[in-house]
Structures are given as structure tokens and as C-alpha cells.
């Protein structure tokens, strides 16, 4: 089970602050494994561990959650835009290829 599922059952079972925010730690610390593995994105990975490991101590939930849903969406939309990149780098291998095919010989 993850830390988050975790969390959220300690929480229906009648939780304090301190478990919404493991919650909200566990939440990050999850986002923080979800981040791709690109060197580019290493500060991201490391930003979120500790925003994790301090949020528990800092109780600022509404901050962090807005953070969490921020940074989720952001990598969405990440993950969206490199497969539409992928799909237009194919088409336009596509497109070249018909149009090499199409040429006339010799032209």
C-alpha cells in the first residue's frame, strides 16, 4: 500500500492535523517519485523531498497542497506536450517520406 493510501485510511479513521499533514507529506513524497527520471528534473525530485520531509513540522497544509497540485499539473501537462512532440516528430518523418516518395525521379 502507498504512503498516501496510508495516510488517507489514518485519516477516515478519525486523524488529527498530524495525520492530514503525514498526508500531505506522503503526497508529496509521492509526487517526488513520479517525477521522470531526466537530469534536467533532479532539483524538482530533490525540491519535493525535502518540501516532505519539512512539511510535517511546518504546518502550512493549504501552501503545500496548492504546491502538490500545482506540480502534479505541471507534470501532467510535461508528459502530454513530450507525447505530442513525439507524434509530430513521426508525422513529420512521415510527411518528408511521402514527399521523397512523390518526387519524380530526377527532379
Known amino acids: ?3 498516501v493510501h496510508n495516510a488517507l485510511r489514518r485519516l477516515e479513521n478519525g486523524g488529527s492535523s498530524q495525520t492530514v499533514s503525514a498526508l500531505i507529506s506522503a503526497m508529496l513524497r509521492e509526487l517526488a517519485d513520479e517525477v521522470p527520471d531526466e537530469a534536467y528534473l533532479e532539483g ?3 525540491d519535493l523531498v525535502v518540501a516532505s520531509r519539512m512539511y510535517e513540522t511546518a504546518k502550512k497544509e493549504d501552501i503545500a497542497l496548492r ?4 506540480i502534479s499539473s505541471l507534470l ?9 512532440l513525439k507524434r509530430a516528430d513521426g508525422l513529420d518523418s512521415e510527411v518528408l517520406e511521402q514527399r ?3 518526387a519524380p525521379a530526377g527532379a
Request: net charge positive.
Open 1 to 3: 500500500m502507498s504512503r
Open 44 to 46: 524538482v525530485r530533490a
Open 67 to 70: 504546491f502538490y497540485l500545482a
Open 76 to 84: 501532467k501537462e510535461q508528459t502530454l506536450l513530450r507525447e505530442r
Open 100 to 102: 521523397e516518395l512523390a
